[in-house]
């Protein structure tokens, strides 16, 4: 089986899927990272140099060699789901299964304001006021694609260990 974590930037899918990976003696990937090593540049030099839809390219044509793994939890990047069809090549696959990680704006905000400037997407917002108005309109549109999930976990109050064992509930 392979574990797909989506959901918002800074809803812990990094850190949750590593958590969880150990947990259930699987190995763990992390699409960002592994994308990072393939493209051979970070995603905030990606973002610069190549642009956006250079690195939506990149996620799409990656995504294919995610499908064939086994024994495998993959946090996802943030947008990952919610360009072409990737939303329906991941709830399709067989032998996978895919869980958002909800988790509301202010929870999001609280998380990405301390880090914004490794998430490109984010990192010109200066207030985070500003950084709270653009969650709240991104993740409306985002939530149709997240919605997808065959399992959500509403995050909000749980550490990271709650929702790796809350996920480990759901897949047994
Ligand atoms: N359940 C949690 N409770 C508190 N902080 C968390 C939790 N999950 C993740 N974090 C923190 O939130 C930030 C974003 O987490 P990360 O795993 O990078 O999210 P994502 O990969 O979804 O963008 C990190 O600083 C991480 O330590
Ligand atoms: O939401 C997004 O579009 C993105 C999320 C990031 O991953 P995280 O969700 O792990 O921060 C990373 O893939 C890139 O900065 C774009
Ligand atoms: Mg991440």
């Given at each position: ?26 190995r763990f ?19 610069k140099q ?39 090549r991941l ?82």
């Open positions: 089986m392979i574990v797909f974590l989506i959901g918002y930037m800074g809803c812990g899918k990094s850190t949750v899927g590593e958590i969880l990976a150990n947990k259930i003696q699987y990937m992390d699409f960002d990272n592994y994308l990072e090593d393939s493209i051979g540049m970070s995603i905030t030099e990606t973002f190549k642009g956006e839809i250079f690195f939506r390219k990149q996620e799409y044509l990656h995504l294919e060699k995610l499908l064939e793994l086994d024994h495998y939890v993959v946090a996802l990047g943030g947008g990952t789901p919610c360009y072409g069809d990737n939303i329906t709830t399709g696959a067989n032998n996978a299964k895919v869980i958002y990680l909800k988790a509301s704006v202010n929870t999001l905000t609280d998380r990405l304001y301390p880090e914004k400037s490794k998430r490109p997407l984010i990192s010109h917002l200066d207030s985070k006021e500003a950084l709270n108005d653009f969650i709240r309109k991104h993740l409306f549109e985002r939530n149709y694609y997240y919605n997808q999930a065959q399992a959500t976990i509403n995050i909000d109050n749980l550490t990271p260990q709650q929702v790796a064992d809350n996920i480990i509930e759901i897949l047994s």
